[in-house]
């Protein structure tokens, strides 16, 4: 060692020493041959060995694996001079461990002082511990990385993905590659993206985020799951370079967490339940504790402590509470529901519903608990539905209730009863449609539904069937449809009320309406509806009917000698005998009095309608007996037929006409006649409807006059009366004479307005002539009234009016009534007469000894004058018996103190009779003819009779 020492000792060596002393430094020189030279004294301290020791071993000292890679480190480093190498192995440390070192060796074998190559040796295992413990987790962390559920993805700063771990493709369903390049708030659920983006933003900006970032993201399918993110921000890191993310999927967890929320935000809601309230009871039932509230049932909780608890309860729950709490009370651990009244501190009854828990036996508790909740507002809902319930159950209305596809939900027990199905019996799957008649089947369609679809209601009158049988009830039905908020329709609901009765008085009352109550027929107002309808069908099916007019013969005559009662049982009794004459089919009226109408539709030929008349008179000709009297009738029939080929305007009205005309033929040519409507009647009464109208102008233009025919006193032979007669100066025809259209007038009741016009000109005209000669004796003016003026209780007036106007005074004033106008309703005539009497004017009975009046009548009304009837002075002087009669009618006005007047005098003989007869007045075209007004003056004064009687 001394040469050593002596050799390179020029100070290179000294800086090897002073190198070699610095911590953790170990240099040695080793020859070009091989052989080490030097190493300096720190090897102690390093290795353990002295620095012999280590100079004699130290090619043993490396370890066997590293001896190649030693190997190879002198080969390069003694390349040349100066040449430099590194190489890492382990050299045995004297405690037989082994060192990392690193060893730095420089060719320094042309070096004087070394010559050999200089080892730098460094100590570095620790160093290598920790770089192989990295490699170990970072091993762990990658194949953690990819195994794991989590994701990992690395983000730039731009927020797009740069990396992602397979767990991308278990969690989510995107394979890395997908991901990468994307946006990594795109995954993120709209609603979460602001708080992504905040905690983002802020991790980026270096703050912590202020709360966890949990958001839905979105996986591949389309689906949400919850994900947990944290991050770590690793831009600055060389291997990752970016914003590290890790998202664990806390779906359950977060789902989890929303149902504990959920449940106790419900479980909060149901405590601070103002409704709820604790209560602790003490055995004996006083109130020991309320808890959480202030109140109880409007009662300050200090006003209820150390109370009874039934305190309040209704007298009436009392029982049973009482009873309930005492079950309770004794037995630890019972529980027990109960609900009652209670007054509250308001005054009023509350339902309170109590879970009375006994709870003696928990040391912590050790009272009786009771949790009270005020209910009335859910028990008045019920009972209100039970109210309802209940007026839906007890209604007789069917109510029902289907779904949108008309299947049964509900139906009350009329609907249940109508269907025959016992209360609890399950609703039948049926086609509702069955519930209506086949008729009514084609409107629910088609009518119904879509109104309740379109409207959202329909009411009507419907008819259901009755199950297992054809009958159906009308009812009246109101239908709805119900529809949820969305406006989707939810349920159908139907009320129908059963009406059946409500027809039945309405047919009942039609009935009444349509029928003559006497005969129970159809009435005049029933037969012209039948007889329209009839005339429509024949139209359209060219068919022929006929209409056929009965009018009973001599019914008054039976009417008055047997009483109405009677009358009105014969009536009855014919007709039942002419609805047996006739078809089902033909519709027999009672038209009037004693009339009847009979509508026979779709006849073969015109002799069908003879045929049925026939019959009808033949079914009259039996006796009828009522009440014990024996009586017969006949009736004069007319028949109207209708064709479709005839007048295409004909009515029923103008059918009803036709027959009636019939009719009156019949009844001229004698009684219990039947007679067709033929042309000669249409045209004869056709004349009659231009008479009608041209009447009506003929009044408008004032071409009605009056002529007088002068009635001569035959004491002084003079003119003492003029009778009015009216006379039509038709522009065509010439003077007509009152019997071609007083009768037609009458009808119309146009004689109303002629009788006035003719009152007042025969009044004027009296006027007049009274003014002319002043000096003669007065005259008086009679004029005929018509029954219908009788009847028009606007004549007095009107007559008043007349005199007023012209100034005649009553006396002058005769009026005539045709004795049969009188007989027509006696009663009635008194009572006009009675009136007419009042204003002074004279009364005379017209053609006396036609209309078959009783002298007890006659006495009775309050007339002046009898005016023999023409026919029976057209006898006298001849040799039959009439004078007998004219002397009679004389002689019984004179007894009556009337004065007789005699009619149609036309000869010479017949006033003689009169004059020896007594007779007080006579009127004739023997003393004149009735003459115009203007030829009056030629009369008056004048003496008329050759030989008056003295
Ligand atoms: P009446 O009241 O009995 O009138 C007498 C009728 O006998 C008149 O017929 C008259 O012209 C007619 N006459 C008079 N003398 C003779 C005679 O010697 N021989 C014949 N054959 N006839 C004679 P007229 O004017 O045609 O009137 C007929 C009936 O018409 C009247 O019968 C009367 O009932 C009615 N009448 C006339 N004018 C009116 C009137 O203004 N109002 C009403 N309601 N009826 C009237
Ligand atoms: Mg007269
Ligand atoms: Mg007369």
């Given at each position: 060692m001394e040469a050593r020492r002596a050799g390179p000792m020029d100070g290179a060596l000294e800086l090897l020493e002073l190198l070699g002393h610095l911590p953790g430094h170990l240099l040695t020189v080793i020859s070009a041959e091989g052989q080490p030279t030097y190493v300096t004294p720190s090897v102690a301290e390093s290795l353990g060995y002295t620095p012999e020791e280590f100079l004699e071993?130290?090619?043993?000292?490396?370890?066997?694996?590293?001896?190649?890679?030693?190997?190879?480190?002198?080969?390069?480093?003694?390349?040349?001079?100066?040449?430099?190498?590194?190489?890492?192995?382990?050299?045995?440390?004297?405690?037989?461990?082994?060192?990392?070192?690193?060893?730095?060796?420089?060719?320094?074998?042309?070096?004087?002082?070394?010559?050999?190559?200089?080892?730098?040796?460094?100590?570095?295992?620790?160093?290598?511990?920790?770089?192989?413990?990295?490699?170990?987790?970072?091993?762990?962390?990658?194949?953690?990385?990819?195994?794991?559920?989590?994701?990992?993805?690395?983000?730039?700063?731009?927020l797009t993905i740069q990396w992602a771990n397979p767990g991308t493709t278990t969690t989510m369903g995107y394979e890395p590659d997908e991901v990468t390049g994307v946006n990594v708030l795109d995954f993120v659920h709209p609603d979460d993206h602001e708080l992504a983006a905040r905690n983002l933003l802020a991790a980026l900006a270096g703050t912590p985020p202020p709360e966890p970032t949990v958001v839905r993201a979105r996986r591949r399918d389309g689906s949400w799951i919850w994900v947990d993110v944290v991050g770590a921000d690793l831009r600055d890191h060389e291997m990752v370079g970016g914003f590290a993310l890790c998202l664990r999927e806390v779906t359950h967890r977060q789902e989890a967490e929303l149902r504990v929320r959920r449940s106790e935000e419900r479980f909060r809601a149901l405590v601070q339940n103002a409704a709820d309230s604790i209560?602790?009871?003490?055995?004996?039932?006083?109130?020991?504790?309320?808890?959480?509230?202030?109140?109880?049932?409007?009662?300050?909780?200090?006003?209820?402590?150390?109370?009874?608890?039934?305190?309040?309860?209704?007298?009436?729950?009392?029982?049973?509470?009482?009873?309930?709490?005492?079950e309770v009370v004794s037995m630890p651990g019972a529980s027990r529901q109960s609900t009652f009244r209670v007054l509250s501190g308001e005054g009023r009854w509350r339902w309170a519903e109590a879970t009375v828990t006994n709870m003696t036996d928990n040391a912590a508790v050790g009272g009786i608990v009771a949790n009270v909740r005020d209910v009335t507002e859910r028990i008045e809902a019920e009972q209100d539905a039970q109210r309802l319930?209940?007026?839906?159950?007890?209604?007789?209305?069917?109510?029902?209730?289907?779904?949108?596809?008309?299947?049964?939900?509900?139906?009350?027990?009329?609907?249940?009863?109508?269907?025959?199905?016992?209360?609890?019996?399950?609703?039948?799957?049926?086609d509702l449609r069955s519930f209506f008649p086949p008729w009514e089947r084609h409107r629910v369609d088609h009518e119904l539904i879509p109104a309740l679809i379109e409207r959202g209601s329909w009411s009507g009158e419907l008819e259901i069937a009755r199950p297992g049988t054809d009958e159906t009830i009308p009812v009246l039905a109101q239908l709805l449809a119900h529809r949820d908020p969305e406006g989707r329709i939810e349920y159908f609901s139907a009320v129908l009320r059963d009406i059946s009765e409500r027809k039945a008085f309405e047919a009942r009352l039609?009935?009444?309406?349509?029928?003559?109550?006497?005969?129970?027929?159809?009435?005049?107002?029933?037969?012209?509806?039948?007889?329209?309808?009839?005339?429509?069908?024949?139209?359209?099916?060219?068919?022929?009917?006929?209409?056929?007019?009965?009018?009973?013969?001599?019914?008054?005559?039976?009417?008055?000698?047997?009483?109405?009662?009677?009358?009105?049982?014969?009536?009855?009794?014919?007709?039942?005998?002419?609805?047996?004459?006739?078809?089902?089919?033909?519709?027999?009226?009672?038209f009037g009095g004693d009339e009847f109408v009979v509508l026979c539709e779709e006849l073969r030929n015109e002799t069908q309608a003879l045929v049925v008349a026939q019959r009808i008179l033949k079914a009259l000709e039996g006796v009828f007996e009522i009440g014990g009297t024996e009586i017969f009738v006949g009736a004069s029939i007319g028949i109207s037929y209708f064709r479709v080929d005839g007048d295409g305007e004909t009515t029923s009205e103008t059918l009803l006409r036709e027959a009636d005309a019939a009719m009156y033929r019949a009844k001229d040519r004698g009684r219990a006649q039947i007679a067709v409507f033929d042309e000669t009647l249409r045209s004869r009464n056709l004349r009659r409807l231009d008479t009608e109208t041209a009447l009506r102008r003929a009044l408008e233009r004032d071409e009605l006059e009056v002529h007088f025919q002068p009635i001569v006193d035959l004491a002084s032979g003079r003119v003492r009366e003029l009778e009015a007669l009216v006379r039509w100066n038709h522009p065509d025809r010439g003077l007509l004479l009152p019997a071609e259209f007083i009768p037609i007038a009458e009808e119309t009741g146009l004689i109303i307005p002629i009788g006035a016009r003719v009152l007042e000109a025969a009044c004027e005209e009296l006027a007049r002539w009274e003014h002319a000669f002043p000096d003669l004796q007065p005259v008086n003016i009679s004029v005929n009234l018509s029954g219908r003026q009788l009847g028009d209780p606007g004549l007095p007036d009107q007559l008043a009016g007349i005199m007023a106007r012209t100034g005649v005074q009553p006396e002058r004033i005769v009026l005539e009534i045709t004795e049969s106008v009188l007989m027509d309703d006696v009663e009635f005539s008194h009572q006009t007469l009675a009136r007419l009497k009042t204003l002074r004017v004279r009364l005379a009975v017209d053609d006396f000894g036609t209309g078959y009046s009783s002298l007890s009548y006659l006495r009775t009304f309050p007339v002046d004058v009898l005016k023999v009837d023409r026919s029976f002075v057209a006898g006298l002087g001849t040799e039959g018996g009439d004078e007998a009669i004219v002397a009679a009618i004389i002689r019984l006005a004179h007894t009556l103190g009337l004065e007789a007047v005699a009619e149609g005098v036309e000869t010479a003989a017949q006033l003689e009779r009169l004059q020896v007869l007594g007779c007080d007045l006579a009127q004739g075209y023997h003393l004149s003819r009735p003459i115009p007004a203007g030829e009056v003056t030629s009369v008056l004064g004048r003496i008329m009779v050759t030989e008056p009687r003295r």
């Open positions: 071993q130290l090619p043993t000292l490396v370890h066997p694996e590293d001896l190649e890679q030693s190997r190879a480190a002198w080969r390069g480093v003694m390349a040349g001079p100066d040449a430099r190498v590194a190489v890492t192995v382990r050299l045995r440390h004297a405690d037989g461990s082994w060192r990392w070192v690193e060893a730095v060796g420089v060719n320094a074998v042309d070096h004087p002082a070394l010559g050999g190559v200089v080892w730098n040796y460094r100590d570095v295992s620790e160093n290598v511990r920790a770089a192989a413990t990295l490699a170990a987790s970072e091993r762990r962390f990658r194949t953690m990385l990819e195994q794991s559920y989590d994701l990992f993805l690395i983000v730039g700063g731009d209560v602790v009871l003490a055995s004996d039932g006083t109130i020991e504790y309320v808890g959480g509230e202030r109140q109880l049932f409007g009662r300050a909780v200090d006003e209820v402590l150390g109370h009874d608890s039934v305190e309040w309860v209704h007298p009436d729950d009392l029982p049973r509470l009482a009873g309930e709490l005492g319930i209940q007026l839906f159950e007890a209604t007789e209305d069917h109510v029902g209730i289907t779904d949108p596809d008309g299947r049964l939900l509900l139906l009350n027990a009329t609907a249940r009863r109508h269907l025959g199905l016992d209360p609890d019996q399950p609703l039948p799957e049926v039609e009935h009444a309406a349509t029928h003559d109550p006497l005969t129970g027929l159809p009435n005049r107002t029933l037969l012209l509806d039948r007889l329209t309808m009839a005339l429509a069908r024949a139209r359209r099916h060219h068919t022929l009917a006929a209409v056929l007019f009965l009018d009973l013969d001599h019914f008054k005559v039976i009417n008055d000698s047997h009483g109405h009662s009677l009358g009105d049982q014969l009536l009855a009794a014919i007709a039942q005998r002419l609805t047996a004459a006739l078809r089902p089919d033909d519709t027999v009226a009672r």
